[in-house]
């Protein structure tokens, strides 16, 4: 019996449990794509407009690679439920925020570099970044309560998926809630960017309406039977759009 599969990628795949790579989370979120899209966004929404699809890949090869450096797989034939590991699981939760990031900052000023730091709490910071630009993109009527919601769902989602792997298969991946936080900051952080940048561009827009837009002048006579106007008003009218 084949214990263990080693992927070009680097991927694991044995009985017990399945490591994926980059690479093959964002094969696997481009191939779940191809089969949604051959029985399901290939067809036109309700109202008749074009899915996204281009974006929706996005989505897909995106969610494929934070699973991929996030979650790791335990197969039924790598249980180890018992209550010794529950208890190890549980008792290494960080509950406090930033505490892991206090000790990482210190330890780089000891070695005088911050490369892990930026690596580790900046990474944690920009994962989920993506998310809250592409989510409004592909659904543009989200709101700002739905985003909040969806960006403390996700990260929320990952760290109780490690923590069960690690009650079921043993201690791999740390669970802390100082990940959520960050996650979740990251998230709300491309929502706002998305935002910022519609708004400008809207504003822009209405500017350069306001420019082109031509002057109707009118000349209204002051009384019947008048040639000539002793009076003239000027109405400018110009075309805005709100």
Same mark, same amino acid.
């Given at each position: 019996?084949?214990?263990?599969?080693?992927? *070009?990628? @680097?991927?694991?795949?044995?009985?017990?449990?399945?490591? /994926?790579?980059? *690479?093959?989370?964002?094969?696997? @979120?481009?191939?779940?794509?191809?089969?949604?899209?051959?029985?399901?966004?290939?067809?036109?929404?309700?109202? !008749?407009?074009?899915?996204?699809?281009?974006?929706?890949?996005?989505?897909?090869?995106?969610?494929?690679?934070?699973?991929?450096?996030?979650?790791?797989?335990?197969?039924?034939?790598?249980?180890?439920?018992?209550?010794?590991?529950?208890?190890?699981?549980?008792?290494?939760?960080?509950?406090? *925020?930033? #505490?892991?990031?206090?000790?990482?900052?210190?330890?780089?000023?000891?070695?005088?570099?911050?490369?892990?730091?930026?690596?580790?709490?900046?990474?944690?910071?920009?994962?989920?970044?993506?998310?809250?630009?592409? /989510? *409004?993109?592909?659904?543009?009527?989200?709101?700002?309560?739905?985003?909040?919601?969806?960006?403390?769902?996700?990260?929320?989602?990952?760290?109780?998926?490690?923590?069960?792997?690690?009650?079921?298969?043993?201690? +791999? &991946?740390?669970? #802390?809630?100082?990940?959520?936080?960050?996650?979740?900051?990251?998230?709300?952080? @491309?929502?706002?960017?998305?935002?910022?940048? &519609?708004?400008? &561009?809207?504003?822009?827009?209405?500017?350069?309406?306001?420019?082109?837009?031509?002057?109707? +002048?009118?000349?209204?006579?002051?009384?019947? !039977? &008048?040639?000539?106007?002793?009076?003239?008003?000027?109405?400018?009218?110009?075309?805005?759009?709100?």
């Amino acid at each position: 019996m084949l214990e263990s599969i080693r992927t *070009p990628a @680097g991927s694991s795949i044995s009985w017990e449990r399945i490591h /994926l790579a980059l *690479p093959d989370g964002l094969l696997l @979120g481009a191939l779940l794509f191809l089969a949604l899209w051959l029985f399901h966004f290939r067809r036109p929404l309700a109202d !008749g407009r074009k899915r996204p699809n281009r974006l929706l890949c996005l989505l897909f090869l995106y969610c494929g690679a934070v699973g991929a450096l996030t979650l790791r797989i335990t197969l039924p034939a790598g249980w180890q439920p018992t209550a010794e590991n529950t208890a190890r699981a549980l008792a290494a939760v960080r509950w406090l *925020p930033f #505490e892991s990031a206090v000790s990482i900052f210190r330890n780089s000023v000891a070695i005088g570099t911050m490369k892990y730091f930026v690596r580790i709490i900046g990474g944690n910071f920009i994962m989920l970044l993506p998310l809250g630009i592409l /989510l *409004p993109l592909i659904w543009p009527r989200l709101r700002v309560r739905q985003m909040a919601f969806i960006a403390v769902l996700t990260p929320l989602c990952i760290e109780l998926l490690q923590l069960l792997d690690n009650i079921l298969g043993g201690m +791999v &991946r740390a669970v #802390e809630v100082e990940d959520l936080v960050l996650n979740a900051c990251g998230c709300l952080l @491309g929502y706002g960017i998305l935002a910022l940048l &519609r708004f400008l &561009r809207r504003g822009l827009a209405q500017r350069v309406q306001r420019r082109r837009a031509p002057a109707l +002048v009118i000349w209204l006579p002051e009384g019947p !039977g &008048r040639t000539r106007p002793s009076r003239k008003r000027e109405i400018k009218m110009r075309k805005s759009r709100m």
